[in-house]
């Protein structure tokens, strides 16, 4: 019998920062072959796929979101060969590889554009953004780049600025060019003929820009020191008409290919975000849904409002995801507190749809305070507190020198965490109460009951502010969530009958049964239960959720 759901629908995808997995070859920076070396942890942990970050060459400006060759691996990272038999070795272990792809942009060393800045008249100029200087030989235009300042450099030898939304390294290819189009497909029929199990696109919101190259309105709302990509609206830098075609001839790409799934980065209020899935279905299986990792204020009500309103504007047959943190943003245990951060983990693992993790977000890993001084990320050059390193910190495997990460005698790329003796895999795989004990049983949970992977999803009303209940069913099953936002014990009263047989708590210290009338949680607890459908309301029973395949 075909199985109704893809396995990017009832799987789970972790995220690597290669540069920060493990160093198999004593340089001090993350690499494929310790990557290797990690797929039996990567698939005792219980995700089903591995997303890695850029593995490609690249003067690392932008920490390989700088690409100058987009179909050969960097020598830092190892050879072809190594990708080769870390796809095999991942296959074998029934493990799926998703790369990142970055199409808005190259390295300003790549061969293209190399050959763009060489002269006005190469075949290869319109491949990138140029424009003549404004009438005060100033940018053509007030777009500003994402990492601060203005969003076009001037070039001496030909006398026109090109357009970079990033890093000055980074120039923006031109996607109104067919020939762009066309490589960059290519690239895509690369992989997957290398057996590839889908791509993560790189800012895919942003590839087309006004043909008119109108001025962007500034953001009221930002003062100096905010975060530079808030800096203006991108009316005319953002989701711009024309860019589902784009998303539409991507994703018919990867459909020449089967089973294979594209996930689209897009930072977009909701409404916008959602018509990325495509009227037909057929742009990205999964526009990730950052709602959970930008949310202002973590807690009952504002969660359970987003993961209502998600829900109810997700377009027939739609897949949802969700995440907490990733290489770009402050890791949730930073955001929410460590104890709070086990709350969050039940969330991202219970709610209907995808999640992908952030390798070490399992340990309980927080950001790392990185000096100025020993700081990498081009966000962070003006602003050090807008720098991303704090959160592309070495993986913490044990404890000894350098948490395993590298040799002891070698410097780490980043500072590793000086909380690593506590939180490292060997340390937290010995304690039955460990954060990775808890994140490592929701996932064996997940995958043993498919209630938390195809069920419906419905909210719960209960009287109690500071928690969030909701009910996961699929035929006779019934799983309830409960969850305490705050850090003060709670009761919570849900209106069915009977008990609940508890699954698991985020503290890992006691099973048994609970009355429905009467669940206790401890400060920043949340809890698993299973439920008779006899427990519970006919109202909860019966509004069992269609699900469409993909
Ligand atoms: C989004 C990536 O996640 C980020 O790390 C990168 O700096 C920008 N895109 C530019 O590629």
Known sequence: ???????????????????????????????????????????????????????????????????????????LFGTME??????????????????????????????????????????KRDWYIWRDPAPDGGPPNNW???????????????????????DVKQPDLNWRNQEVRQAMYDVLHFWLDRGVDGFRVDVLWLLLKDEQFRDNPMN??????????????????????????????????????????LIGEIYLPLARL????????????????????????????????????????????????????????????????????????????????????????????????????LMHDPKGKEHPEHSRDPQRTPMQWESSPNAGFCPPEVRPWLPVANDYQTYNVVAEQHDPRSFLTLVHTLLTLRRTLPALTVGSQQSIDQQNPTCFVYLRQHQDQRCLVALNFSAQDQIVTLPGEGQGRLLLSTRLDREGFIPLS?????????????????????????????????
């Open 518 to 550: 009467e669940v206790h949680l401890r400060g920043n607890e949340g809890l698993l239960l299973e439920v008779e459908a006899s427990s519970l309301p006919g109202e909860y029973v019966r509004r069992q959720h269609v699900l469409h395949g993909p």
């Open 1 to 75: 019998m075909m199985h109704p759901h893809s396995w990017w629908q009832t799987g789970v995808i972790y995220q690597i920062y290669p540069r920060s997995f493990l160093d198999g070859n004593g340089d001090g920076v993350g690499d494929l072959p310790g990557m290797k070396r990690k797929l039996d942890y990567v698939r005792w942990l219980g995700v089903d796929a591995i997303w890695l970050s850029p593995i490609y060459p690249s003067p690392m400006a932008d920490f390989g979101y700088d690409i100058s060759n987009y179909t050969d691996v960097h020598p």
């Open 144 to 166: 500003t780049s994402r990492f601060g300042g203005s969003a076009w450099q001037f070039d001496e030898h030909t006398g026109q600025y090109y357009l970079h939304l990033f």
């Open 274 to 373: 959602l018509h990325y899935y495509g009227e037909q279905l057929d742009e990205a299986h999964l526009p990730f849904n950052f709602q959970l990792v930008i949310l202002p204020t973590w807690g009952a009500s504002t969660v359970r409002q987003v993961v209502e309103a998600y829900e109810a504007a997700l377009p027939q047959g739609a897949w949802p995801n969700w995440v907490l943190s990733n290489h770009d943003r402050p890791r949730i245990a930073t955001r929410v507190g460590p104890e709070q951060a086990r709350v969050a983990q039940m969330l991202l693992l219970t709610l209907r749809g995808t999640p992908t993790c952030y390798y070490g977000d399992e340990l309980g890993m927080q950001d790392v305070a990185v000096a100025p001084e």
């Open 82 to 123: 190594d990708l080769d038999t870390l796809l095999q070795q991942a296959h074998q272990r029934d493990l799926k590889v998703i790369l990142d792809f970055v199409p808005n942009h190259t390295s300003d060393e790549h061969p293209w554009f190399q050959q763009a800045r060489s002269n006005r008249t190469n075949e």
């Open 220 to 261: 009221p709302d930002w003062k100096p020191g905010d975060n530079p990509s808030a800096r203006q609206i991108g009316l005319y830098t953002e989701d711009q008409p024309g860019i589902h075609r784009i998303v539409q001839e991507m994703r018919a790409v990867v459909d020449q290919y089967g089973a294979r799934v």
